[in-house]
């Protein structure tokens, strides 16, 4: 999406500049705070007069009539749009998304978890990751192995040639013999179906079932949007909470509420998410997001491909953003993920 203003180079660059001192401090920036960070030559009067044309314009807006301006969602359109080049992320940086996801995966879910944990921690925003699975396939059969203690391992084998594979706890250990014959039940009821028709044949089971292989059947129940909700799934996680005062945004209760809505809701960010799917780098602020939820926030995404998985990375966050930090970060974070081997993916 384009800003569509005519705008002059000069109050670009002047509203490049309100826009990274707001995102910085968090507060409405005056032609003063303009004039001292960048020790411009301009008095502060002609600072002023190009702060009121951009107002007119419909980039800024005074939230009181004797503060400084702050970015509208059309000033940061106009602002992202003029980005040109994407920083380099630093060393520490590099080197932390590395050691972090570096390595091959046997768990996709595992892995999904992880990038979106790591993107919080590194944003204080919301970190999403959606994989794009094939969707044709068909259940060949699933296993159940038990490990130490109440973990166990759940495998499915898909027609042709897949596997999907996650790691559980059981409600108990329990003799090889009842784990052999509750996966002979699951299997007679979901091997042959697709992986649109095996969660209904699951529940069916568990509608009819009794006794302990009922029981186990609720364990590999519980993991059927994972298993079986292909093509898509959605990993996000939030750790802002730790530091609000990086949040300031967080002490309006719409915000908090739309927030603890969209957290608790796994549909909202699915169905954002795969609205994106078309665009190599997507982003949409504040009132260009459809849903009325994300209207307070930006989402900036990223595609990303590896061998029979694709999908996209993501960063919910305040309209307030590190823009520029953000993309650096997917973009890093994409080619990282584009050297994985996932085994079962």
Known sequence: ???????????????????DLY??????????????HYRMGDSTANIRKILHALEQRGLLFKPHISAGRVPTDLGYRAYVDNIRT?????????DTIRLRIGQNWNDVKDLMGRTSR???????????????????????????????????????????????????????RYPPRVIEKAVQIINERIAGYSLEEA?????????D??????????????????????????????????????????SDPRILRNLVKIMGERHFMLNAMKRRLGDEV????????????????????????????????????????????????????AEELQRLQIKGA
């Open 199 to 207: 969660p209904e044949r699951l529940a069916s089971f568990l509608r």
């Open 209 to 250: 079932g009794s006794g302990v292989e009922r029981e186990i059947a609720e364990v590999v129940s519980r993991e059927a949007d994972y298993l079986f909700d292909w093509p898509f799934n959605i990993s996000y996680c939030y750790m802002g909470f730790e530091d609000p005062a990086d949040q300031p945004e967080l």
């Open 282 to 333: 997507s982003i949409t602020i504040g009132s260009e997001n459809e849903m009325r939820e994300l209207n307070d926030f930006s989402l900036v995404t990223r595609k990303f491909h590896m061998s029979e998985y694709d999908g996209l990375l993501g960063i919910l966050g305040p309209t307030r953003m590190h823009y520029n930090r953000v993309l650096s970060l997917l973009v890093k974070m």
């Open 1 to 19: 999406m384009q800003a569509d203003v005519d705008i002059s180079s000069s109050e670009i660059k002047m509203l490049n500049y309100i826009v």
């Open 118 to 172: 790591l993107l919080s921690e590194m944003t204080s925003y919301m970190g999403l990751i959606m994989g794009l699975f094939a969707s044709s396939s068909v259940v060949d059969k699933l296993r159940i192995v038990q490990l130490d203690g109440h973990r166990g391992l759940i495998l499915l084998s898909l027609s042709p040639d897949r596997e999907r594979r996650i790691y559980v706890e059981m409600p108990k």
């Open 23 to 36: 995102i910085r401090a968090g507060k409405p920036v005056s032609s003063r705070m303009v004039k001292r």
């Open 86 to 94: 994407v920083n380099r992320l630093n060393r520490l940086a590099v």
